[in-house]
């Protein structure tokens, strides 16, 4: 078991190394970072100053070295824009998105695991039928539509909700459901398969065989087993969330982590882009990592791999 | 559910072995669910004759129609069927333009990506060891990579275009199909009917293209289906954002975004160019679903 | 006829799928008695509905395609078929219960051995906890599990395929039911275990009085362990007997064929002998006998009606025109 985590570890290690090479590379992509970052009316020499301060005149790999070394201390840079430390600001905004997240996910735990649930015990019926369309439909919508229409409904034609920002909970509804929408779906999908391919198996049989009542079969036997599979995928896609905070932020002008990427591209605050590409790869690499160790404590035929 | 299932070994043989050479796809194309299918050749078939069938030009603007609702609200006219945009411009010639555009960014990217991914899971599961060690590290850190910040990172980078996205998309893309497809590999690689082409000294190549590959091509073909919806969505939020397919070209995302500012008085322009994404993307789940199905009856988690 | 003898009367039994590609008749028409402390065999090739019409006993027939559509299932006189949900829930495990075939997918792989064979105990009996776990020890040392007071903290992976069958014995027989239904109790085990296994059935069987039915493909088990024995075909049962009588007498057709193809020790043959044909698709039966394409004896009447039941000899019977 402690081998098996220590080499998930040291696999995340590479992954995350692996990916702050191309973060790094992100600024030398376009061409020479100095020229990217300075004003417009700035004279040769004050770009080649500010080379020397970005520390862009030493060689590729020892620029990526500071890089690294600088970002396991917690520097990641000073943000163009905002003139302040990057890791600063990302933590200014990063509970906002942490608020919408954890909204979304709550609405897709609630809504979607019972109606997948209900969809496979009631297999076939209308019940069935609704939640698969539900289902299907919501994976077939993107995350800036569904916002928009959102905000259609509520805050042109009825008039019940604030478009856009931050503030009372009802500014936190539109965007958690649109932000969640699409995982909803795919999680409605995946337990309503999950189950119904538990209700198959011979030890559901069995269950019942033994006179278990059919509400115990379902919750006591069927669920812990169909909810291996759906957990995992829940955790492996809280990215698709993080992604989607990406779009849902911009498109209600909420004030967390996606906006300030999108903001930090079209100003062309590379250090911001990269700080929020690092940490987000980080996040999820490490969710991974932990939801991967649950894992084995759930299910105890990896315990003794 | 509920089919009489033959038991004992009849079955198992049947799911379990593949074939040599390629499996026949025609008869499994029975009881092709329609409709889907239907809306897919119509959108195909605008992509491909857009510029024949749209009533105006998708580009020209008439400010002094700016706004016209569609024809059967007050205000609206049989000319614009679907109202117009701020410029004046006719929402579905723009759309149907923009079918074009979703199609052939959404085909580029499933089939460079498809290609890579399955070439790599090809190498990796058959060929093993430091290989694939080695390939499943990368596959791994792709997939770890949170897609579309990366995606938009690299477009603002390197300037939003058509051709740009299509190869981040791919570049991000392929991870997903080389490490479920390497998953079959594996599967066919213990077949009886491979260890005899060994035996007969076939060389690596010629096994992992010619028996090989036809057995996975069912699950690649499901993928890539599944995955067209994805990638248009994808497309679509990167032009949303400003940094997919540039304007003047009407890509559906674009116009959506163009719709939101003038959304208080005109709810129609971002309205139909995000059902028109909801139709597309609809049918590809649902025919990817049916080919699932239909091709790879065990093939339920994904 | 309600015997005093009989526990189980299944009379007219008739189970049908309803597919997309038609109506499947799985069991169709069966009718059996099985007497206290009996064991009944039910041998037939795959597909003929032996499994179904164990599952239509106890009612657990798979939804939504499933239906029973017909017939009673008497036990001790009492149709269960009539009843409530509620009520048969409260007759499995601890009336009637049943052994599945393979014993690497009928434990939950969750829960420890201890907690599933605790569980139809603490649903069907009103015992403490300690008295639980004790009974749970018990069961498991009945079925010969060694250090159950370990055993019986593990997981059903770590355990063999003999070993978790006997668990799922020690499951099913803990409340000590009337029938216990076995569907290919051996099958999925390796040749040396299934000895082992049979022979611990009937030693349980002898303590408890339990009564049996055996289904089975192979008469080898039938012959080790089952006093009568009935023939399933496309459906129905075309013949039933005592053992002896089923092996040294058989009737119908079908039966002579099966028994046929056994290899036997003492012939020299060249070829093993096997039934001509496929097995029948249960949506688009022939009309008249189901056998009568495969039948070496077939005759015009055959293809027209079903053959009635006649009594051969005593306890002897089978549905064949020949006989009539």
Not at chain 3, 305 to 313: F, N
């Amino acid at each position: 078991m402690v081998r098996y985590i220590l080499k998930r570890i040291l696999q995340a290690g590479i992954c995350l190394l692996g990916i702050s090479v191309i973060v790094f590379f992100l600024s030398h992509l376009s061409g020479d970072p100095a020229l990217l970052m300075a004003p417009p009316e700035a004279k040769p020499e004050d770009i080649q100053a500010l080379r020397v301060t970005l520390g862009l005149d030493k060689p590729l790999h020892v620029q990526f070295w500071m890089f690294i070394s600088k970002a396991v201390q917690g520097d990641f840079g000073q943000s163009i824009r905002w003139g302040k430390p990057c890791l600063e600001v990302w933590l200014i905004r990063f509970p906002n998105t942490l608020l919408l997240g954890g909204a979304a996910m709550a609405f897709t735990l609630v809504v979607g695991i019972p109606t997948g649930i209900l969809s496979a015990v009631k297999a076939g019926r209308w019940f069935d039928n609704f939640g698969k369309a539900f289902a299907l439909a919501g994976q077939s919508m993107p995350v800036f539509w569904v916002g928009i229409m959102l905000m259609l409904l509520f805050s042109v034609i009825l008039r019940w909700l604030p478009t856009s920002g931050m503030g009372s909970w009802q500014h936190l509804i539109m965007p958690a459901f649109a932000l969640g929408w699409y995982f909803t779906a795919a999680i409605t999908r995946l337990s309503r398969s999950a189950m119904l391919d538990i209700l198959d198996s011979e030890y559901i049989k069995m269950a019942r065989i033994k006179g278990v009542p059919e509400v115990l079969v379902i919750l006591k036997h069927g669920f812990r087993n169909a909810m291996i599979p759906v957990v995992t995928l829940a955790a492996l896609n809280i990215v698709t969330l993080l992604n989607g905070t990406v779009i849902t932020e911009t498109v209600f002008n909420w004030p967390g982590i996606g906006r300030l990427i999108v903001d930090s591209i079209f100003a062309r605050d590379y250090p911001m882009v990269q700080t929020c590409v690092l940490i987000a790869s980080g996040l999820f690499i490490s969710t991974n990592l932990i939801v991967d160790i649950l894992y084995a404590y759930i299910d105890p035929r990896i315990k003794y791999q | 559910m509920g089919n009489l299932q033959p038991i004992g070994e009849v079955a198992e043989t049947a799911q379990a072995s593949g074939r040599s050479g390629w499996t026949p796809l025609r008869g499994a194309l029975r009881g092709i669910p329609r409709t889907p299918v239907a809306i897919l050749l119509l959108f195909l078939f605008c992509g491909i004759f857009g510029s024949f069938i749209t009533p105006h030009d998708p580009m020209k603007t008439d400010l002094g129609a700016a706004k016209t609702p569609p024809s059967w609200q007050k205000g609206g006219s049989t000319k614009y069927l679907l109202g117009t945009d701020a410029f004046g411009r006719d929402i579905l010639s723009r759309i149907i333009r923009g079918a074009g555009i979703s199609l052939q960014v959404g085909f580029a990217v499933v089939v460079f990506a498809g290609t890579l991914g399955a070439m790599i899971a090809l190498l990796s599961g058959y060929l093993g060891g430091w290989v694939d060690a080695v390939l499943m590290r990368i596959t791994d850190m792709f997939l770890s990579m949170p897609y579309l910040m990366i995606a938009i990172a690299l477009a603002a980078v390197l300037g939003p275009s058509k051709h740009n996205i299509i190869l981040i998309m791919a570049i991000l893309g392929w991870a997903g199909y080389a490490r479920v497809l390497r998953g079959e590999v594996l599967r066919i690689k213990g077949s009886d009917f491979i260890k005899l082409a060994i035996v007969a000294r076939a060389g690596k190549a010629r096994i992992m293209l010619r028996h090989i590959f036809p057995n996975i091509v069912n699950t690649l073909v499901v993928l890539a289906t599944l995955q067209l919806g994805i990638v248009i969505i994808m497309e679509s939020s990167l032009s949303f954002l400003g940094l997919g397919v540039p304007p003047p070209e009407p890509a559906w995302g674009s116009m959506v975004a163009d719709g939101r500012v003038i959304m208080f008085s005109s709810w129609w322009v971002s309205t139909w160019p995000g059902i028109a994404i909801l139709l597309v993307v609809l049918s590809c789940n649902l025919l990817g679903d049916w080919l699932r199905l239909r091709l790879d009856p065990k093939f339920r988690q994904l | 006829m309600i015997s005093k003898d009989n526990i189980l009367e299944v009379q007219n039994l008739k189970t049908y799928f309803y597919t997309s590609r038609g109506v499947v008749k799985a069991v169709d028409g069966v009718s059996f008695e099985l007497k206290k402390g009996e064991t009944l065999g039910l041998v037939g090739e795959s597909g003929c509905g032996k499994s179904i019409t164990c599952l239509s006993i106890i009612r657990l027939v798979p939804r939504p395609a499933g239906h029973i559509v017909g017939g009673k299932v008497l036990l001790e006189g009492e149709d269960l078929l009539l009843k409530s949900e509620k009520e048969v829930t409260r007759i499995r495990g601890r009336r009637i219960t049943m052994i599945l075939q393979d014993p690497m997918v009928s434990l939950n792989p969750l829960f420890t051995i201890g907690e599933q064979v605790a569980e139809p105990i603490r649903i069907h009996q009103k015992l403490g906890k300690l008295a639980v776990w004790e009974k749970v020890i018990e069961m498991l040392r009945l079925v010969r599990i060694p250090s159950p007071e370990v055993r019986m903290r593990e997981y059903p992976h770590q355990m063999s395929g003999g070993m978790r069958q006997r668990i799922a014995g020690a499951m099913t027989l803990s409340c000590q039911p009337d029938i216990l239904i076995a569907d290919e109790p051996t099958t999925a085990l390796d040749l040396t275990i299934q000895a082992q296994f049979l022979s611990l059935l009937k030693e349980i069987q002898e303590k408890a009085n339990l009564s049996m039915i055996v289904v089975t493909h192979d008469f080898g088990i039938i012959a080790r362990v089952c006093e009568r024995v009935a023939v399933m075909y496309a459906g129905k049962i075309v013949e039933s007997a005592s053992t002896r009588e089923l092996f040294n007498h058989p009737q119908h057709p079908y039966t002579i064929a099966l028994l046929n193809s056994l290899p036997k020790m003492e012939v020299k043959a060249d070829r093993l002998y096997s039934i001509e044909g496929q097995p029948p698709e249960l949506h688009a039966l022939p009309p008249g006998c189901s056998f009568s394409p495969r039948c070496p004896y077939v005759m015009k009447v055959c293809l027209k009606d079903y053959p009635p039941q006649k009594e051969i000899t005593s306890g002897h019977y089978a549905s064949c025109w020949l006989r009539t």
